[in-house]
Every structure is written in structure tokens, then in C-alpha cells.
């Protein structure tokens, strides 16, 4: 069972912030704000392992619903949702800055998507972006790829793919790096797909995640 709260504001230019608040014992006054892919919510269980281990070492997590889950329980984002979906996560961010603390911003698949679309059209907002299984591409159509915003983002952004991941290969996935003109890192996860973790696989790769991540912010 996880140890966040639910969180609601309204307060946000009347958008909607729904999600799960963890609250370490003791705070290094470093917040993240977590989000799920196309097909998911909140409650994906890489998300809740993922703030659980974040607020273990002291970082404060909001794992939160994007916009088009919150009207639509199941089934994938509508066509047209994208903008809305950074709006809310711009919200999500806002909602738990702190005065003079850093501030993270990540996602799975499509809501890392949104996540890195955001911070490379607003640069400042956050100071690191985490990008689980970024969809690269849709599979088995690799010539289409979702790097035009690469050569704007100006966030440091570390990445954590598959070995297996149909959306992208480590190869691939390497090469676009190189349109990226802030640092990045890519921590590639042996005999994972898109899920990025099984249940006997969560606790290792969550735990070199958030490990290698905290040295990414060195």
C-alpha cells in the first residue's frame, strides 16, 4: 500500500490537479511531480513504487493524473489532448513548488512525452526532467519519429528504456539524444519492454533508478 495522500487543487487557472502526495519524514525540499503513459493513471505501479523510493530519500513526489484521464477513466488520450495535458502538468508543477528548492518533473511513455514537450517550450520550469520508456517512435514505424522538440529542450533530462522496448531501441534512442542540447544520460534496463518493470524486476530497477537519477543531479 502506498504511503501518499490524495491531493486535489483547483486553484491552478481553473485546472484540475488529482493525484497522491508523498511526504518524507524528512524533507530535502527537493519536489517531483510524476506521471503516467497513454493507457494508465496515477495508480500504475511504477509510479506508486517509484514516489515511494523517491520520498524514502527525502524528496517530496506528487504522482498525478494527466487532464485527459481525469475526464475519461479508461482508454487512450483523444486526439487534440496534448496541449491540455502539459497545461495540467504545468499546474501539477505549481502546485507543489517550494521557495528555493529544485524541482523534477517526469512521466512513463506518453506523459514523459508531455513532460519534455513542456519544459522545452518553457525553460526554467523545472530543473530536471525523467523520462521513463519515452515512445520514440510508435513500434515498428521507426521513421516517425517524436524528437522535433529535442533541439529546443534546454533541460537536463536523464532517460531510462528498455532493452526490449518496441517504442525505441537503446540505439535509437542514443542517437536522438544527440539533438538534445542540455545534458542528458540514458540508463538502458536489461531484458525490459515498454512496462519497463515486472513485479520480481520493480524493486531493482526502481531502486537503480532513483539512485542513478540522484547522480544525475550532481
Known sequence: ???GRE???DSKEGLRVRGFLHQPDVSEGDCMVLTHGAG???NAPLLVALADAFCASGVTVLRCDLLFRQRRPQGPPPRGSAERDQ???RAAVASIRQDSSRMFLGGHSYGGRQ???LAAAEPGLVDRLLLLSYPLH???RPAELRTAHFPSLQTPAFFVQGRKDGFGSIEEVSAALGLIPARTELLPVTGAGHE?????TRDAVVRQIVE???AFLI
Open 87 to 89: 497545461q495540467g502538468l
Open 138 to 140: 510508435p513500434p515498428e
Open 196 to 200: 519497463l518493470v515486472a513485479k520480481k
Open 1 to 3: 500500500m502506498s504511503s
Open 212 to 214: 542513478s537519477f540522484r
Open 115 to 117: 513532460a519534455s514537450m
Open 7 to 9: 491531493f486535489a487543487d
Open 40 to 42: 494508465s493513471n496515477c
